[in-house]
């Protein structure tokens, strides 16, 4: 009986359908969806949402990743009031996931499933079945909802059939951060579903406007007293939802989605997000043009003489220039640093730089790429092949298909390279930068930040070997203010508020270090000293890092000791041995990567950390991690494991030729269980440009 209501409910979706694919929209908890309801619509495959939405005491942040093409990931920070004080907020923390089962076909509906609030309290807490069909302008959905959606309670849970486990739900609502399994349990459910229709262009006085959504849905949400507990009081109004009617009216734009809504009979709501599509996304006008691709001239000078005048130019190029050899037909060229992020881009400004200079012979480059002291990437291209890509009508695939990549060696040049010219070091680099501190998941504050500027310099004096600090000074922010910390575990990382009060003005860092070639596209590093902010000592990394396999594996040791609140040369009295086997492979679908790393951690626990991403051609990457150790998620403290997720994000998209990476970390709570050692130049980072996958990626910079 029960299953033939739920045919009943979804029976008329199944009608056939008309017009052309229309984009989703967002809902006011941060997927695709109507108002406050989901339906079985999706992002285009990779989309990357951010924004906010606002109702009388909450606010709902939230970050959307449309990260495989049936899989929504929503993560979700919600102020509200503090329902036990009556007064202040407080933040809960949570994330969904929505998958679709069934595409959209000439006569069945798109289904999908999905589990609100799957990782928190459970306050939110959720699960949902919902079709969606769409005539012309017209999307209709219908759902039942299970948990908060489905607090209305209008039907019996059709799945208490199969076992009477699915009858009770648990009434408890946690700390947050354990993955909660009471899904699709509970003795009532409710149906919800809503339609949205697409308002055909208007004229206006300021020109057309498109894009307009009318949205009305039936809410299955209760709108429980958010004091915690399942189900819904019965016994007060209070807290409740006036109606399950919600309207709304939405507008997208390229970029930009915004909406004005009436919810529950009581509550003006506003919504607003940004959204990007990686892989192409949105790029700041360049601050300077590509510089030209001079033709070839006639030989000038000698080959010493030639070598001098390459050093120059390479370093008006933004490169630090290592050696310079003429062998017959081929010029080899080591560099190191540069403003470019991909090795095609640091062949195509080498070229560039040196292209009237070389002798018109020369017809192929052998171009050795370093960074942090090691050779990290090489290639051989044919002259002809970059000289063919920087113009209008050159082929980039081209280039690509010309080049051959190398293992990464180290050579030295004075034996490897004997003719080579080189100077003798030491180099300087010095750097002047601002930096930003955020910490999430303070009850008491959605947000903690410090601002600082950072002053710093690196010597290396050759072989590898190098020295490098920096010095700090906070300028603003309320990182300070935190909440002292209730460990139970050793302080490595909860103790943060008080290196930010007492280190207002500190030493991040201060080492010297050896980064070099072991063997073939084989990487050591050793760095001793104040390694990072709050640990100081020694560590050492080795890597095999193949340059034309999916795969590498490392293995970094170290032995540390707790630095000091005040962030200069004082220790604390906690020490630890700790490091970790790595594993980085490729997967082979929509362009994914996992790293595996077992070990032992910082605060003495033993575990495993799971890393799950996936990459773009434009340089941007989305990923999230999970540890889980040997510490018992009691004894963890708020958030039960340590997780997170992440946005890397070119700052070349800005305008400018650089190879720095902004990275924003979304930890929803800063815990001391599962942290690992952070060193300035771990080796898979330092590396990672120089292989298969990466140089492919890069292949559109042989020509700019």
Known sequence: MRAARLALLLGPLALPAGGE?????????????????????FREDGTLEAGGTYRHQRRFWFAN??????????????????ATTGRGSTTDRAFDVKLRLLEEGPWNPAVAVGLQDVIGTGIYGGEYLVASRRWGPLDVS??????????????????????????????DVGRGGTPRLDFFRGEDVSPFGGVEYSIPPLETPWGTLDGLRAKAEWSGDALRDERGGYPARRDSLRGRARSPVNLGLQWQGEYVDASLAFVHGTDALVRVSLRMDPANPPQAPRLRPVPAMPARQPPAGDEDGRARTVFDALRQAGFRPLAYEERGIEARIAVSDGNQRTLPGVASRVLRAVNGILPPGVESLRLSWWQAGAETGAILIPRQALEAAATPFGSVEEAWSATTLLPATGPDFTQDWPGAFTEPGPSWDLVLEPRLNLQLGDPSRTLRYQGAAAAGARVEFGHGISAAGALQQAVFGNLDRGLPSDSRLPRVRS????????????????????????????????TAGLLEPMFGGVSAEVLWRPAD?????GLDLNFVQQRDTKGLFAFRNYNVATGHLSLYADLPVWNLYGILRAGRYLAGDWGATIEMGRRF???????????????????????SFDKGIYV?????????DSRGTGTAVIRPVQRDGGQRLAVDNPLWEVTRAGRADAVRRGVADFAR
């Open 617 to 639: 051609d434009s340089g941007i990457e989305v990923g999230g991690f999970a540890t889980f150790t040997n510490v018992p998620f009691s004894r963890f403290g708020e958030g």
């Open 648 to 656: 890397r994000v070119p700052l070349s998209l800005f305008g400018t």
């Open 142 to 171: 219908l759902g039942l909802g299970w948990g908060r959606l489905g607090t209305r309670g209008v039907l019996n849970n059709p799945l208490a059939d199969l076992s009477d486990r699915f009858r009770t739900r648990p009434r």
């Open 21 to 41: 694919e229309i984009p989703a929209t967002g809902g006011s908890f941060g997927g695709a969806g109507l108002v406050e309801t989901r339906n079985a619509r």
């Open 495 to 526: 103790d943060y508020a008080l290196y930010a009060r007492d280190g207002k003005t500190s030493i991040p860092g201060l080492y010297a270090e050896r980064v070099w070639n072991l063997a073939p596209d084989t990487f050591a590093r050793a």
């Open 65 to 82: 990743f449309q990260a495989l093409p049936f899989l929504e990931t929503t993560f979700r920070l919600t102020e509200r009031l503090n």
């Open 549 to 553: 396999r999916g795969l590498a594996i």
